[in-house]
């Protein structure tokens, strides 16, 4: 049987496929099934794999060298699609809005490109098709089946509405930051509202929680880092007349710089807990501790945007933002002292990610493709 090539792959038709059959984390099975007959056509090697959902692929050079790992996720959001597009989302309340269907077909595309030139490739190249990113611990999850062994550098990519089609985003340092979340209790003591008296009530201390915690880290960090303090939700009481024993809110801490995540989560817990002690109430806290930063190594980003501009793509300064990535976990997590880069794919739009009515354009697919089984090929000689 003749194998596949990615000349010979319907590119629009699969994108439009994955489009309107998205899947939200862990459960991205037909995805995964739709991945799988493709590369079992295309001939690749399949790596074990421990996950109900994703997979991975390893394409060997036959000349030597070192090995690279190339990140694409396949998760959906909750989120109804609200464009007009043709292939829109068939799956209600679900949707492709954060571009993970242009980054599954373009890392496809660039595994079968490599697979076809393994005679001149050296090194080996691990592609990686990741479930659950958009729950923050997939990445977490791949690589404790040991899959970064050896890996020297890890590679991933991410579209934006904010670069046109045929433009990279490319800068050194952090990119995105760390993703944490918090829950707070505040436990008082219930009674009548005609009788305060009586009681101690936790609304106006979990009031000023909500006021002065944001601010906390501003003052406690760098004012010179970026970093950011929500309140997303708070919750107390059930009547018009009656004190509530307990008042809850929760959010999230975002940071650049990995430190100042550090020294602002201990400013949070001392402030909290002084805080409701000195006004006789209690205090419970529950962290979960996130991906880290995403950070790009220079050598990286220099020799991928020199490679770019090579071959006809415009470089620019990727923005910053304080949304996170678990592609972070790689670096932090895997093989030590391998270097990481994360690309920013320019698709055009009107919209950005996270959007109901965001649209990657097609377009840059073919462009993405080719450009990364070059980079790859490139980096391994």
């Not at 079992?40 to 109900?52: I, K, M, R, S, V």
């Not at 990279?168 to 008296?197: N, Q, R």
Request: hydrophobic share 45%.
């Amino acid at each position: 049987m003749t194998q596949l090539t990615w000349e010979g792959l319907d590119k629009q038709g699969l994108f439009r496929w994955f489009h309107q059959h998205p899947e939200l984390g862990h459960a991205e099975k037909a995805t995964t099934a739709r991945l799988k007959a493709i590369l079992q056509q295309a001939g690749l090697t399949f790596l074990p794999w421990q996950l109900p959902t994703g997979l991975a692929v390893a394409i060997d050079g036959a000349q030597p060298g070192k090995t690279a790992l190339l990140r694409a996720d396949i998760d959906a959001l909750p989120i109804t699609e609200k464009t007009e597009l043709a292939y829109k989302s068939q799956n209600p309340g679900c949707m492709h809005a954060c571009g993970h269907d242009f980054h599954m077909t373009a890392v496809l595309g660039a595994a079968l490109l490599l697979q076809a030139q393994r005679a001149k490739l050296h090194g080996r190249v691990l592609v990686v098709f990741q479930p659950a990113e958009e729950t923050s611990g997939g990445a977490a999850e791949v690589l404790q089946g040991g899959i970064a062994r050896g890996v020297s550098e890890y590679w991933g990519l991410h579209v934006t509405n904010a670069l046109p089609v045929g433009t990279l985003g490319l800068s050194s340092g952090s990119v995105m930051a760390s993703v944490d979340s918090f829950k707070v209790t505040v436990t008082g003591k219930g009674t009548h509202g005609a009788t305060p008296e009586k009681g101690n009530n936790p609304l106006p201390i979990l009031a000023a929680l909500v006021q002065e915690l944001p601010v906390l880290a501003q003052r406690k960090a760098d004012p010179l880092h970026a970093k950011v303090l929500s309140i997303t939700h708070v919750e107390g009481g059930n009547t018009w007349n009656v004190i509530p024993e307990t008042a809850f809110l929760e959010g999230t801490l975002r940071c650049q710089d990995p430190e100042d995540r550090a020294v602002v989560k201990q400013a949070f817990y001392t402030f909290v807990e002084k805080y409701t002690a000195a006004r006789g109430a209690r205090s419970e806290i529950l962290w979960h501790r996130g991906p880290a930063p995403v950070v790009n190594d220079t050598e990286l980003i220099e020799f991928a945007a020199e490679l770019a501009r090579h071959n006809g793509w415009q470089v620019r300064p990727v923005e910053l933002s304080m949304a996170g990535d678990d592609f972070s976990y790689y670096k932090e997590l895997g093989a030590p002292g391998a270097l990481s880069a994360y690309m920013k794919i320019g698709v055009g739009g009107a919209h950005p990610i996270h959007d109901p009515a965001f649209q990657a354009d097609p377009a840059a697919l073919e462009p993405t493709a080719q450009f990364l089984a070059a980079l790859l090929t490139a980096r391994l000689q």
